[in-house]
């Protein structure tokens, strides 16, 4: 058997606002709760489970999403629909830009607990390819 992420969890001060906030954007839906968490769950199964983090510090985490093109053009109109700043940078120096690296688009933008999203339409080093 080769090796694959099932799941991860996110910590959020609200897991089910949390869910559907990630959810809508990528124009997927948020589950019905299972036990402490609310999850999504992305194309090639990989479920991202929203957990309340009560009154708990949220540390910042990062998540990546590979997407087509027209994901990427929906995601993105959804983006500037909700009125969230948009960076081409991970580092968001460069806010209300995209980047163009490797022929693709891509986009970061943050979440209602501070976790870093970025989509992206190529993989990093692939060159366009």
Do not use: C
Request: no cysteine.
């Amino acid at each position: 058997m080769s090796v694959e992420l099932n799941h991860t969890i996110i910590f959020a001060r609200d897991n089910r606002a949390s869910a559907e906030f990630l959810a809508g954007i990528l124009g997927l839906k948020a589950g019905a709760q299972w036990g402490p968490f609310v999850p999504v769950q992305t194309g090639n199964g990989v479920t991202l489970d929203f957990a309340s983090a009560g009154t708990e510090k949220i540390s910042a985490q990062h998540y990546a999403f590979l997407v087509s093109e027209e994901e990427f053009t929906a995601s993105f109109d959804r983006i500037r629909q909700a009125g969230l700043t948009y960076y081409a940078d991970p580092g968001l120096k460069k806010p209300g830009e995209i980047n163009r690296n490797d022929g693709g688009r891509g986009v970061y933008f943050l979440d209602p607990d501070g976790h870093g999203m970025e989509l992206i339409t190529r993989p990093y080093g692939s060159g366009g390819q």
